[in-house]
């Protein structure tokens, strides 16, 4: 097993790129410590699958390296960099028996016929396919080929990272909870390193200690479900994760301080942040109040929803629609408003990214 780091990663389908978009991804620097559980969490064509594809060895990357420790593995044969990736679409052999396909990646490799036919069971108990072990794989469900595929990533145990590709989205929903939960568990024990792909952020904060947000061929965060909630790094994030996401409000920053529509809102960082556009102001519904006095943001009520210990309620200022979450039983004005903003979790962006003390623009 190995830390695995991508230095100045960059590739582009295209034969002659010349422009930031003719790259699938665009300068990429991830360090994946040993032994975490990662997500990779982003948007459908953000790039997720190029980057598992240069990290097994299927593509070779335009430009930057792959380090496994202190090796370089960037020229490596996928066969050649112990690495067991599961596809978000089963691959399995239809004539082989359940037992056969799971025990392929250890025969493959010379494994001793008593050592596989222990993991082959052991695995096999895990992702309950022990009733269907002698029956020819043909003639399983998508579910229960999609669980073969997983099997065969989990079954090898030299490998320095398993990776999956979305590799639920075949699953039906209930089943789905099971598995990953069993990946989780399956993941405190053997401590293997795991990168687990997904578009959804469910799938990602309750897999993953620490998740790895791409958007447009570009990481935009690393962090932890809680960092990524409390410290969006981009607007990306403050609205791609969280239900609903975070409000992002046009700004305008004078002297330090952070104007919407021309009324001062209190941040954290607008004293940190230069004059000038391109701002704006992130603020979770969370972290968004009824004022109990006449100061705030005044707003309308447009609609509340009901969302169990919660209500989301969706206010308007002119076309910018702004959202809360209210604790149930709490009164919610019928027409006006104003909003309070909490100031240690009212934040600027600039250009999309949050503004720094120091250095930021
Ligand atoms: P994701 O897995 O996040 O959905 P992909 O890595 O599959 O994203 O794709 C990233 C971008 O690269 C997309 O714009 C996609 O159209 C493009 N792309 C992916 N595979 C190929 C390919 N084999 N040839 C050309 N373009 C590709
Ligand atoms: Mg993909």
Avoid at 75 to 98: C, E, G, N, S, W
Avoid at 328 to 347: C, M, R, S, W, Y
Wanted: aromatic share 8%; charged share 25%.
């Amino acid at each position: 097993m190995a830390k695995i780091t991508l230095k100045g990663l960059r590739h582009s389908y295209k034969a002659n790129p010349s422009k930031p978009t003719d790259y699938a991804l665009q300068q990429l620097d991830v360090e994946w410590e040993d032994g975490g559980a990662y997500a990779l969490l982003g948007p459908s064509g953000c790039g997720k699958t190029t980057l598992l594809n240069i990290i097994s060895g299927l593509l070779t990357p335009s430009h930057g390296q792959i380090l496994f420790d202190a090796d370089d593995v960037t020229k490596l044969a996928p066969d050649q960099r112990h690495i067991a990736q599961v596809f978000q679409f089963p691959v399995v052999y239809d004539t082989m028996t359940v037992y056969d396909n799971l025990a392929f990646p250890l025969r493959n490799r010379g494994v001793a016929e008593a050592e596989v036919d222990k993991r082959v069971r052991e695995i096999a108990e895990m992702i309950d396919l022990t009733s269907t072990l002698d029956n020819r794989a043909s003639g399983l469900t998508a579910d229960g080929k999609q669980k073969i595929s997983l099997g065969r990533g989990l079954v090898r145990t030299d490998v320095n990272v398993i990776m999956f590709d979305e590799p639920l989205t075949v699953i039906d929903p209930h089943l789905k909870w099971q598995l990953r939960s069993k990946l989780k568990e399956l993941h405190q024990r053997v401590r293997t390193t795991m990168i687990y792909v997904t578009h959804d952020q469910t799938e990602a904060l309750t897999f993953a200690d620490k998740v790895v947000v791409m958007n447009a061929g570009q990481v935009v965060q690393i962090g932890t479900p809680v960092e990524l909630f409390e410290r969006p790094e981009h607007t990306f994030v403050g609205h791609f994760i969280g239900s609903p996401g975070m409000n992002v409000l046009p700004c305008e920053v004078k002297g330090g301080k952070a104007f919407y529509d021309g009324i001062e809102v209190d941040s954290w960082n607008a004293a940190s942040c230069k004059d000038g556009n391109g701002v704006e102001i992130g603020v979770r519904p969370e972290f968004v109040s009824f004022s109990e006095t006449d100061a705030g943001v005044p707003v309308e009520i447009a609609k509340v929803s009901d969302a169990g210990r919660f209500q989301i309620v969706d206010t308007r200022r002119g076309d910018q629609s702004i959202k809360l979450l209210v604790p149930e039983g709490v009164a919610i004005p019928e027409k006006h408003a104003n909003l309070a903003f909490k100031t240690d979790h009212t934040q600027v962006y600039r250009d999309g990214w949050l503004v720094r003390g120091g250095h930021s623009s």
